[in-house]
């Protein structure tokens, strides 16, 4: 029986894995070139007058001895006036688009800021929900939509949003600042035996709230 050599086996060298860094936005937006393509972009313009229309005659035709040039020009006017009604009409149409925006802009911060009170959380999170709230209550969305005809429904809906909602914002303490808190009242009763041997077995027999009234009273 020949004797075998046993190689000791080799582990494998383990290498240490590093996490990649999580992109940004900018790394994204240099990713996809995108700012490059918003400096080359060009946008197109719509030409105001058809691109049919022609130059108007230096002269107002005569009507009567030339009725096709004064057909002519009163196309080409009308063409202008077209043109020039349409861009009024635009021009008055988002003057009036950005008003309401500014006015619903001005009605949910003022619905942000009531809720943001009352939970004590960063704005963005409190506009988060109450948009999350106005796609999936019909209850909420129709007072909301309503609050114009009834402003006081709601702030009283708002008032209940904010109620249910502190159930899932409420702050839960911390168990290390527990156990210092606990610490440090067990330290303050130690520093009590100082008193007489009857009133240190008094205060070490004391609750929580009887010995926190009476350290407020003795402690200075």
């Known amino acids: 029986m020949s004797d075998e050599t046993t190689q000791p086996s080799v582990a494998p060298a383990e290498t240490e894995v590093k996490e990649s860094p999580q992109p940004t936005l900018d790394d994204v937006a240099k990713k996809y070139n995108v700012e490059e393509e918003a400096k080359n972009f060009q946008p197109q313009v719509q030409p105001t007058t058809?691109?049919?229309?022609?130059?108007?005659?230096?002269?107002?035709?005569?009507p009567i001895s030339d009725p096709d040039g004064f057909n002519k020009y009163q196309t080409y006017q009308n063409t202008i006036l077209e043109g020039t009604l349409r861009e009024i009409t635009n021009s008055v149409t988002e003057i009036k688009r950005q008003a309401e925006q500014d006015k619903l802009n001005t009605e949910v911060n003022k619905a942000v800021e009531r809720v943001t009170e009352k939970l004590k959380i960063e704005p963005v999170y409190t506009e988060i929900l109450l948009e999350k709230r106005y796609r999936d209550d019909k209850v909420f969305k129709r007072i909301w939509d309503n609050r114009k005809?009834?402003?006081?429904?709601?702030?009283?809906?708002?008032?209940?949003?904010?109620?249910?909602?502190?159930k899932v914002f409420q702050v839960r303490a911390d168990p290390q600042l527990i156990e210092n808190q606990r610490a440090a009242k067990v330290s303050q009763k130690a520093m009590s035996s100082s008193q007489p041997k009857s009133d240190t077995d008094a205060v070490m027999n004391m609750s929580d709230g009887e010995f926190d009234r009476w350290w407020a009273k003795n402690r200075r």
């Open 50 to 62: 058809p691109a049919s229309a022609t130059q108007p005659p230096r002269a107002i035709p005569d």
């Open 149 to 166: 005809m009834n402003p006081k429904a709601l702030e009283e809906a708002l008032d209940v949003v904010a109620s249910e909602a502190s």
